[in-house]
Nanobody, 118 residues
Framework: QVQLVESGGGLVQAGGSLRLSCDASGNIFSIYTMGWYRQAPGKQRELVATIINGGSTNYANSVKGRFTISRDNSKNTVYLQMNGLKPEDTAVYYC????????????WGQGTQVTVSS
């Protein structure tokens, strides 16, 4: 079994910064893509950013230039540095990882709330 645990969410004023972390643990042989998604009230879950094992990244247009995704493969951890936060960034942020355990599967964290006040 694989567990993903997010941390770092909270309440911040517009223009502020937060750093999210997601730790993967369990019976992990390797981790392929890791990523962050978010879901605002009444909206579908959307991709924020992803990073593959080799370090290549992909961002949603809405966060390019403001958010940075990174990972520490030695710790099975992925980070999301969020700068210049806007009220429209308010959402529950979920960590996702494609993991090789006894099978290859996609796993999700429980989510962490990010609230940006205007």
């Amino acid at each position: 079994q694989v567990q993903l645990v997010e941390s770092g969410g909270g309440l911040v004023q517009a223009g502020g910064s937060l750093r999210l972390s997601c730790d993967a643990s369990g019976n992990i042989f390797s981790i392929y893509t890791m990523g962050w998604y978010r879901q605002a009230p009444g909206k579908q879950r959307e991709l924020v950013a992803t990073i593959i094992n080799g370090g290549s990244t992909n961002y949603a247009n809405s966060v390019k230039g403001r958010f940075t995704i990174s990972r520490d493969n030695s710790k099975n951890t992925v980070y999301l540095q969020m700068n210049g936060l806007k009220p429209e960034d308010t959402a529950v942020y979920y960590c996702n990882a494609e993991v090789q355990t006894v099978y290859r599967g996609s796993f999700w964290g429980q989510g962490t709330q990010v609230t940006v006040s205007s």
